[in-house]
């Protein structure tokens, strides 16, 4: 018997003896990355015997013993699993406070609860919350994930997969931070720390061939030309080693790459949303911000190609596609730097919302991109309070990674957000004085196998100036001290969906008869005119939706491209489930007005009516997400609400006004009309809290019609309730 399999038999045996008694049982799993894959096949593995088990997901997992207690009063099941992973130490220590103050209501549990922890999250909270820890009866080291999977395959609790030729990566190299000098002195100690890493490059080029070459920021000192020149040779000498064109070489500025002399009389920082729009929409806007760039845009110009982003580009200009061996993938190149001056830059600084989105459309127009990679100098921690969170969850949204510079010091970790999760990489300084630590990353992307494997390397005095750095990852000695991390799935739709509906409606629209063109419009929301736009923030132009607008009279077209495979559903949902939901929906003369007063109320009705008898066929073979759930309630309302020549009638989800994030927004005549906020079960505050926030929408959004949809609640407490505040609430 392995190791493995012993482990899991004596969890079984535990859990049989504790059945029914509360009773907290730890695993320390390796890092964050395996935590929720080694839940799953424990939860398989655990569940094949005779013992029933339910695992508590999402925000739950986060909010504690009170909660996890409560969930386990209203499951039927022997035993009970949780995996919280809170991103941080800050996170991690909140998380151990509220541990602590909760600890008690462990007792309330309804069974053994076994909770799954990373071993960096578990010593963390250990050091903060020692009483909690106290209540553990049993604590286990995690197997690998994959002693699991093997184990799984071994008992046919996941079906084996044959195996796969190996991925051929995309290998990369990632420094920042040159602070490259002409100064004699200067030159000979950035010679020696420099003339070293070409020296690796060179030596590595056979086992390790590059393929890309990414520079985060501060190439020079202080943005001015004569140090450029010192920047251009060493670039050559880079090109040289690594045989990477210079095509291949992607850059942007940091706030050493400012003239600051050029700066100093310039607009210092935004003050509004508005500014920041006009800044980087409008061209004119940074004609005089441009000029600080002037040296390190014509030096680079020469080295990497001219008429490249170099990081100056804005919105659909800052994105390059590159190919390599059939992988395409997207490298965003963002100036953090365009209002950095002096050393009090954090908080003054701008990235633009407006710039990301504009990127992010480029990125989603192009088919097959498997991996989107955005580069920045700054931590967004430097930005202003007033973008800092748009900015986050636009790259959580649509980036695979982001890799920057600025501090000085590594720094790697996985961003997870409610929309998605990126891998952030902050390369050390390359160059900084030889006497202070320098380094670099080299690193290797599996697009196909969502995951991104980095080995750090470090400046050192010995006979090989540069070595591998122990000290970054030092669990991972068995590994040669590289580490591998995984990459979320897009919660958002995949990359290139759009250009790929686009395909199949213009073939469906070339072979649609002339009746079916006059109601086959189909419209991707864009902000066309964004000053307009800004006049009206309810207006279609603003409507920054992450799906198509598909009028009720579109539901035919939308069918057909389902059944083609490249429905507006495929970054949520499998084909299959997809065309299962379009024959669900009922089809029915009696359709819903758009000037119905109480559309929302029909509309929420209707829904509840037939939620039951179809739930089990839309989920099958999908947990009850949040995200399927609003795709579902988008499909019925694209099936019932209809709309006549006064009252045009768009649905649109995962819609973006300005901060505010409605689930479902409806349009009548490209003015936004109503909203629905959608979430799931938690007892009836969860009801409260999707009210507050629908009444947030009202208030900020000048309507006056809204509603909520509460998922997953238990047949006791299903219906169709109003609030106070007259918002219709359907819990299903």
Request: proline share 5%.
């Amino acid at each position: 018997m392995t190791a493995t399999a012993a482990l899991v038999g004596e969890l079984e045996a535990r859990i049989g003896l504790s059945r029914g008694t509360p009773t907290l049982l730890l695993m320390i799993v390796r890092d964050d990355q395996s935590l929720t894959e080694t839940a799953r096949h424990l939860s398989a593995l655990l569940g094949r015997s005779a013992l029933k088990l339910y695992q508590i997901d999402g925000a739950a997992a986060k909010e504690g013993p009170a909660r996890w207690a409560e969930e386990s009063r209203g499951a039927t099941a022997d035993a009970f699993l949780v995996a919280v992973a809170p991103v941080g130490p800050l996170a991690a220590r909140g998380a151990a406070k509220l541990f602590n103050a909760q600890r008690q209501n462990l007792r309330d549990l309804a069974g053994p609860l076994l909770l799954l922890l990373s071993k960096k999250d578990e010593a963390q909270i250990r050091e903060t919350a020692p009483d909690f820890f106290s209540w553990v009866a049993q604590s286990y080291e995690a197997p690998s994930l994959e002693a699991l999977i093997a184990l799984s395959v071994e008992r046919g609790v996941v079906e084996h997969e044959p195996e796969k030729p190996a991925e051929i990566p995309v290998r990369f190299l990632h420094l920042s931070d040159l602070h490259l000098r002409p100064a004699p002195g200067k030159r000979y100690d950035q010679g020696r720390v420099l003339k070293g890493l070409i020296a690796l490059l060179a030596r590595d080029r056979a086992e390790f061939p590059l393929d890309l070459i990414f520079i985060t920021g501060d190439l020079a000192f202080a943005g001015v030309a004569e140090e450029y020149a010192v920047v251009e040779q060493f670039l050559a000498d880079l090109v040289e080693a690594t045989g990477v064109p210079g095509e291949r070489i992607f850059v942007v500025p940091g706030n050493h790459d400012v003239d600051r002399k050029t700066s100093k009389w310039l607009l210092r920082t935004l003050t509004s949303d508005d500014e920041s729009t006009d800044f980087f929409i409008n061209d004119a806007s940074r004609i005089w911000h441009a000029h600080k760039f002037d040296a390190y845009r014509t030096s680079m110009s020469k080295v990497v190609g001219a008429n490249r982003p170099l990081g100056l580009g804005v919105g659909p200009d800052a994105v390059e596609i590159v190919e390599v061996r059939g992988q395409r993938i997207a490298v965003a190149s963002f100036n953090s730097a365009w209002f950095a001056h002096d050393d009090s830059d954090t908080g003054k600084l701008w990235l633009g919302e407006a710039n990301l989105d504009g990127a992010v459309d480029r990125i989603e127009q192009e088919s097959e991109v498997s991996l989107a990679v955005a580069l920045m100098h700054h931590p967004t921690e430097t930005l202003s309070e007033l973008e800092r969170e748009p900015v986050e969850r636009l790259l959580e949204r649509s980036f695979d990674v982001v890799l920057r510079g600025h501090l000085h010091r590594e720094k790697t970790r996985v961003l997870q957000g409610q929309r998605g999760s990126y891998l952030e990489v902050a390369a050390p300084a390359s160059y900084q004085g030889s006497q202070w630590p320098n380094g670099c990353f080299l690193g290797e992307l599996f697009p196909t196998g969502r995951k991104v494997q980095l080995r750090p390397y470090t400046f050192s005095s010995g006979a090989d100036p540069w070595v591998l750095d122990a000290k970054v990852f030092p669990d991972d000695e068995k590994d040669g001290y590289r580490h591998t991390f995984r990459l979320g799935e897009r919660q958002t739709r995949s990359l290139g969906l759009r250009a790929a509906v686009k395909k199949g409606v213009d073939a469906t629209l070339a072979a649609a008869s002339p009746e079916d063109l006059r109601a086959a419009e189909v419209a991707m929301s864009a902000p066309s005119d964004q000053r307009s736009a800004q006049r009206n923030p309810n207006s279609a132009s603003n409507l920054r939706a992450k799906n198509f607008v598909l009028r009720a009279d579109q539901v035919d077209l939308w069918t057909t491209l389902s059944r083609e495979g490249s429905s507006p559903l495929h970054g949520h949902l499998k084909d299959h489930v997809a065309r299962q939901l379009i024959k669900l929906v009922p089809a029915s003369s009696d359709l819903l007005s758009g000037t119905d007063p109480e559309l929302l109320t029909k509309a929420l009705r209707g829904f509840s009516a037939y939620w039951d008898q179809n739930k089990s066929e839309w989920f099958k073979e999908l947990d009850s997400k949040e995200s399927t759930v609003t795709v579902a309630l988008h499909a019925y309302l694209l099936r019932m609400v209809t709309h006549d020549t006064s009252a045009a009638v768009a649905i649109v989800t995962n819609a973006r006004f300005g901060t505010l994030h409605p689930d479902i927004a409806i349009l009548i005549n490209g003015q936004l009309d109503a909203v629905i906020e959608i979430t799931r079960w938690n007892g009836q505050r969860a009801a409260e809290q999707a009210v507050l926030r629908v009444n947030l929408y009202l208030s900020n959004l000048k309507i006056t019609r809204g509603g909520a949809l509460i998922y997953d609640a238990p047949p006791a407490h299903r219906g169709l309730t109003f609030s106070e505040e007259s918002v219709p609430v359907a819990i299903v």
